[in-house]
């Protein structure tokens, strides 16, 4: 079976569409303000990547948009526009400037922040311009730096005069949601712009013990992004970040061993599973369908374009084949003239003519023979023409003394006429010569494989081997001529620029002469002369030509191989060994289907195999990544193994608890198969027999808003909040301890 065969057996595979985000059909609703109640606490999970909002007396935040705010001027009313969350949405020119008040996990435009409270609360039923009766719970990062908690104080306090706040960390929220007040585990938060590992024991995350890497899903889609970018360095359409959002959200997933899953990704029978096609949008150019009748009139005008195209160039052959008879003429006439003349009347007569000496004059007229004896050849196309049998030339053998004017023009006609028909007619025996000899060939060579197939076999493949190399050096070479500085074009330079030197000369006739018509120009009495040549005469077409002959040759010899020999099959074939299921480029650029270059769906196409699990795995080996930082198998070996008097062989009864309560939250555990990786990491790290329980909180991106409900309406609520008489007492840097806060670390 050829390749093209099992080629065309492949089922295509499925492609899945780019599409751009959706845009929003409506504004972000309102809140019914007569259903406010100005005693419920407003918990608010203000994150780098959505702001949840909503009473606490909710069972879900009624509110949840993008971190995101544009601020648009509208040029037809010249009036600047704040569009926040999804509202960014309404419009594609809208959402093309949106900004987050986040610069990694720290807010850093605190105007914008503002602008997205009054933003919440105005949805959520609130008049914030008469101030917020209502306390609030607010989430914050695993060891924030102090003056991002003092401007949150400064802008509940001073600008929206909240009575009072409660600052929790969202891993931890979340962990409370889903366990009871006072159970003990292992808290893994994947989020968007960290990752952090918090031991909890009785209720209480030990923050001191608690770890954090610098990569979430933000710097995932970066990474992917970058990977893309370096796969497919002139991909046609431009992608924007919702783009690669949808890809690794959609179709990236942990490994569950990564080695291993690696090491067989790009082998054609997996990646039948693995490989996901994605086609971004474009605009395709629909060409009109031609009916029968337009193709043949189209076909028709194409014959006749090219047999008019050949008969000009017949034509230009002839004019020019006349052009140097009439030369050829005008030199011989010459000669005559001269034949009886004194030597100094001669010598001066060649001067003026443009020659050096008589011996130059006849040296000329011999090269200009022998040029008009290789321009009567026509093209073989032409060979095997018949010739009309009344073919006369009549005044060929009559002496011009018995001719007049017109009789010797055409006696000069008839002479070219002749000589083009003598040379198509010793074209056409050369012709037959070779055939017969071709055959002689053929015939002598399959008497030798009858004779000694094991010779015959061994020179075959002896000249393939050759072939094969010669074209190898030749595809080689291509390549390096599209480098400047390459060594194989510096050389070509070279030679050219000592050609152009060589060629500055002083005769007379310099300007006249010609390659064909120099009688003086001696270049090739010596073989060697013409390998400057070789080097400069090399040009990518003729490199094209050349490969394309020895591929001829490689396919006949392989031929007869398969023929005649056993060993050799199919797989030793130069096809085989360039076919695309043999490249691990090509199974890693275009994924187990042959590619099209000419296709334009297929120029839009980008294939995910390797990357699907190259970028989740950051966060278990953080140098991939850049970072130099533990992975959370690594970290959590620290906390499980070496903390809490705990030992590699033996675990406290804290981290025993901790290992039958691993916590997986975060927008960023959504990616398929974490579990399974951190059930696979933890077996390996932990002692033998260890009990392990790995799960998922309920609902890993609203999870940590239900915790801060769960709490409000909890006992240990009002010790948890810091009032607005506490803030005016001891000032925007004093932070009020709780089971699920952050704490003060400097006194």
């Keep these: 079976m050829t390749a093209n065969t099992r080629d065309s057996s492949l089922q295509p595979l499925k492609v899945y569409p780019l599409n751009d985000f959706p845009l929003a059909s409506s504004p972000e609703p309102f809140d019914d303000p007569n259903d406010h109640d100005p005693n419920t606490p407003i918990a608010l999970d203000f994150g780098s990547y959505e702001v949840r909002a909503g009473f606490t007396s909710k069972n879900a935040p009624s509110h949840t948009f993008p971190t995101k705010i544009v601020r648009y001027k509208e040029r037809k009313i010249q009036r600047a526009l704040t569009f926040i969350g999804n509202d960014c949405s309404l419009d594609n020119a809208v959402r093309s400037h949106s900004r987050s008040p986040f610069d990694g996990s720290l807010i850093t435009n605190w105007e914008y922040v503002e602008d ?220 005559e003239e001269l034949r009886d003349q004194p030597k100094r009347q001669i010598l001066i007569t060649l001067e003026n003519a443009g020659f050096d000496d008589e011996q130059d004059f006849i040296s000329y007229i011999s090269n200009l023979e022998k040029v008009l004896k290789r321009g009567r050849i026509l093209d073989m196309d032409d060979e095997d023409q018949e010739e009309s049998p009344e073919s006369k030339f009549e005044y060929v053998d009559v002496p011009d003394e018995e001719l007049n004017d017109e009789q010797k023009k055409e006696k000069r006609k008839q002479r070219l006429m002749k000589a083009n028909l003598d040379a198509r007619l010793k074209a056409k025996e050369e012709k037959i010569q070779l055939q017969k000899a071709l055959e002689e060939a053929k015939q002598k060579d399959e008497d030798w494989r009858k004779q000694d197939i094991q010779g015959w076999t061994r020179d075959k493949r002896f000249k393939l081997a050759k072939f094969i190399k010669s074209r190898k050096d030749k595809l080689k070479l291509k390549e390096e001529m599209k480098d400047r500085k390459s060594q194989a074009t510096q050389r070509r330079m070279k030679n050219l620029a000592s050609l152009a030197e060589d060629n500055v000369g002083t005769n007379k006739r310099a300007r006249q002469a010609t390659i064909d018509n120099d009688p003086s120009d001696t270049f090739g009495a010596n073989d060697d002369d013409w390998t400057i040549y070789n080097d400069i005469a090399i040009t990518p077409e003729a490199l094209d030509e050349s490969i394309e002959e020895e591929y001829r040759e490689i396919v006949e010899l392989e031929k007869a191989l398969l023929e005649f020999d056993p060993s050799f099959t199919e797989e030793d074939t130069l096809d085989a060994q360039y076919d695309w299921r043999n490249s691990v480029l090509h199974l890693f650029l275009r994924g187990p289907r042959p590619h099209n270059g000419e296709d334009i769906h297929q120029q839009h196409q980008l294939h995910l195999n390797v990357e699907r699990i190259r970028t989740p795995e950051v966060i278990f080996q953080p140098s991939m990544g850049g970072l130099d930082q533990a992975g959370i198998a690594e970290l959590a070996d620290g906390i499980l193994t070496k903390k809490f008097g705990s030992g590699s062989s033996k675990l406290s009864q804290e981290c025993l608890d901790m290992a039958s309560n691993v916590f997986i939250t975060g927008g960023n555990s959504k990616i398929p198969n974490l579990r399974e990786r951190i059930v696979n990491e933890f077996t390996g790290l932990l002692p033998i027999n260890t009990p392990l329980n790995v799960n998922y909180a309920k609902d890993v991106s609203l999870d940590a808003w239900k915790g801060m409900a769960k709490l409000a309406q909890s006992e240990a609520y009002p010790s948890t909040c810091v009032t607005k008489a506490d803030y005016e007492e001891y000032g925007p840097d004093y932070i009020k301890e709780h089971n699920l806060g952050n704490v003060r670390f400097v006194d």
């Design 116 to 335: 997205m409270l009054s933003y919440t609360f105005h949805h959520l039923g609130v008049q914030p311009n008469e101030g917020i009766p209502n306390p609030m719970i607010l989430t914050e990062k695993l060891a924030t730096v102090q003056a991002q908690r003092s401007n949150w104080y400064q802008l509940l306090f001073e600008c929206y005069g909240v009575p009072e706040v409660t600052f929790g960390i969202d891993g931890l929220f979340s962990f409370y949601a889903n366990n009871s007040p006072t159970s003990t585990g292992l808290m893994i938060n994947s989020g968007h712009e960290d990752t952090t590992i918090i031991p909890v024991i009785g209720g209480k995350g030990i923050l001191s013990e608690s770890k954090r890497i610098e990569w979430g899903g933000n710097q995932s889609i970066d990474y992917l992004k970058s990977l893309l970018s370096l796969k497919y360095p002139y991909f046609p359409s431009k992608l924007n970040d919702y783009h690669f959002q949808s890809m690794y959200q959609e179709h990236c997933y942990f490994a569950k061993d990564y080695e291993q899953e690696l090491k067989d990704m790009l082998n054609i029978n997996v990646l039948e599973n693995k490989d996901i096609v994605l086609e971004a949008p474009f605009t395709e150019v629909i060409q009109p369908q031609k009916t029968e009748e337009e193709l043949r009139i189209q076909a028709e005008k194409r014959r006749e374009t090219g047999k008019r195209l050949q008969e000009q160039a017949r034509q230009r052959r002839v004019d020019k084949l006349r052009q140097k008879e009439e030369e050829y003429e005008y030199y011989v006439n010459i000669r």
